[in-house]
């Protein structure tokens, strides 16, 4: 199995509830090798490429304002099948039922705007990875 790199951010809520640190502790943890780590203030430039895949929708006007309310942290993780060993920490979208044990299981629930403020992203495939890399570490 070939070393894989991951883009991780730990979204506003999270670096408001000051919980980077926790968050990426959990990372490290599980072995994966922090390779790159930034704060920074996130464009509309930046998250309509980041998420293009979600034009359209009706959650992406309020993720977009939501992911423009503060600063991120942006990460690039390293290690053996770290894109689906970070999702599998992360947890399911949906905070509030996202399983215990899972960063957004044990640090999220829905504050209102329901499903979005779910603390981290991770990639999700190794194009998807390159990609967002590219975006947020040009
Ligand atoms: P993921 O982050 O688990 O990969 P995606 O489906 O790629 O989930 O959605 C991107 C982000 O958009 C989610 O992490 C969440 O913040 C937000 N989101 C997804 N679905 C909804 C929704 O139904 N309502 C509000 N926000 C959503
Ligand atoms: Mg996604």
Redesign the pocket.
């Known amino acids: 199995m070939s070393t894989e790199r991951t883009l991780v951010l730990v979204?506003p809520d999270g670096v408001k509830r000051q919980l980077t640190g926790s968050i990426l502790a959990r990372v490290e943890a599980k072995g994966y090798r922090l390779a790159e780590l930034k704060q920074v203030t996130a464009t509309r430039e930046i998250l309509e490429a980041h998420?293009a895949?979600?034009a359209g929708?009706?959650?992406y006007e309020?993720?977009v304002d939501?992911m423009l309310s503060g600063p991120v942290v942006a990460a690039i993780f390293e290690g053996e099948r770290v894109i689906e060993g970070f999702?599998s920490l992360?947890g399911?979208?949906?905070p509030t039922t996202a399983a215990p044990g899972t960063i957004r299981g044990d640090f999220g629930r829905d504050w209102g705007?329901?499903?979005?403020?779910?603390l981290v992203?991770?990639s999700?495939s190794v194009d998807s990875a390159e990609r967002e890399i590219g975006i947020w570490f040009s």
């Open positions: 979204k998420y895949e979600h929708k009706p959650f309020p993720l939501f999702r992360a399911t979208t949906d705007e329901k499903v979005q403020q779910n992203h991770g999700d």
